[in-house]
């Protein structure tokens, strides 16, 4: 079975903090995704990437960054966290046939 | 106009009772058709994969694409409590999910014992 681990699975952060959320797939995928789903707006891509240090903008990229230094991890980064950036933070990879996601990030930006 | 609609809910149903969840869209283009089950604080899981028209069953699920109508369900039979969750439709025009897939907003469905 594919395994996506995330490291937190709750954060509280304050404002203007710079926030590290990791995620680690086993089993060799070219791809990896960040999301960010929140109450009635569903899943958002916030960045993806297809190769180590590849990456492409999702369709909220504004205020995060990524890296793929290995090809098992990928790194969200909030440079300044915000009160909107407060969300569930969800990774997932794919070697096609479907995305397979970790369990989640439930980030708090106080 | 989103690309894929999907009724929020919630959808309430007695226990043993025959679920259907669906989703509409608007680009034809798109081939790949995927349904997923979120459970409360949990990342989503992967049920059905499928390509094209027709139907895939497996197990108590199945799902059924009518691209003529630009429409997709995923039935539910048998439903149990443990089936209480938010269901989300997704989809792309892509053979692999290399890049986006195109998500519904995901229906909440309770199944009540």
């Known amino acids: 079975d594919v395994k996506v681990t995330q490291s937190s699975r709750y954060l509280v952060k304050r404002t203007g903090e710079k926030v590290f959320l990791e995620c680690v797939q086993d089993?060799?995928?070219?791809?990896m995704f960040w999301y960010r789903q929140d109450p009635g707006l569903g899943l958002r891509l916030i960045y993806f990437?297809?190769?180590?240090?590849?990456?492409e903008k999702g369709d909220i990229p504004e205020g995060y960054s990524v890296s793929r230094e290995k090809k098992e991890r990928f790194s969200l980064i909030l440079e300044s966290a915000s009160t909107n950036q407060t969300s569930m933070y969800l990774c997932a990879s794919t070697g096609g046939r479907g995305q397979f996601f970790g369990p989640g990030t439930r980030l708090t930006v106080l | 106009q989103k690309e894929v609609e999907q009724d929020p809910g919630p959808l309430s149903v007695p226990e043993g009772a025959i679920v259907s969840l669906n989703c509409t869209y608007s680009n034809s283009a798109f081939q790949y058709f995927m349904w997923y089950r979120q459970y409360s604080r949990k990342g989503p899981e992967l049920l059905m994969y499928t390509y094209s028209s027709g139907n895939k069953e497996d197990g108590r699920f199945t799902a059924q694409v009518d691209k003529s109508s630009k429409y997709i369900s995923l039935f539910i039979r048998d439903s149990q409590p443990s089936d209480s969750a938010t269901y989300l439709c997704?989809?792309?025009?892509?053979?692999?999910?290399?890049?986006?897939?195109?998500w519904g907003a995901g229906t909440k469905l309770i199944i009540k014992p």
């Open positions: 089993m060799d995928h070219e791809n």
């Open positions: 990437s297809y190769d180590v240090k590849m990456k």
């Open positions: 997704a989809m792309s025009a892509q053979p692999d999910s290399n890049y986006q897939l195109i």
